[in-house]
């Protein structure tokens, strides 16, 4: 073999590497999250809890957030997931039309911490 078709063969190896492990490390969010809300008023639809649930299909995270207590839950559908390795931003459509995001960040193997549109703190923990 020559140098250079090593060299390429080293490097579609590195880049494989890379890419499994990028796909591992944004899979940290997938799955079932339990969100309380700080702060939030009641008049602000006053949802203390909420229910992430994320799913990757083709390639990209999606899924459905669910709002309010048990027996009162309202899910709704996820616009778009803008994701980072440690970090994302959850986009979905509230009760009065516009158009909320969830900022959450990994804090440890199964919890996460945030905010709701920069204005409410988030803390959530990993459903099994």
Known sequence: ??????????????????????NKSTDY?????ELSVQ????????????ELN???QEGKLGGIIVLGASGSEKEIKINKVEEKETYL?????SDSGYEVYVFIEKENDDQ?????????????????
Not at 1 to 22: D, G, R
Not at 29 to 33: I, L
Not at 113 to 126: C, Q
């Open 1 to 22: 073999m020559k140098k250079s078709e090593v060299l390429f063969v080293i490097m579609l190896l590195l880049a494989t590497f890379s890419v499994e492990a990028q």
């Open 89 to 93: 931003t959850v986009y979905f459509d």
């Open 39 to 50: 702060g939030v008023p009641e008049g602000y639809g006053g949802y203390g809890k909420i």
């Open 54 to 56: 994320l799913e990757r």
């Open 112 to 128: 996460i911490k945030g905010s709701i549109m920069d204005m409410f703190d988030v803390s959530g923990k990993r459903l099994k």
């Open 29 to 33: 969010f997938v799955g079932r999250w």
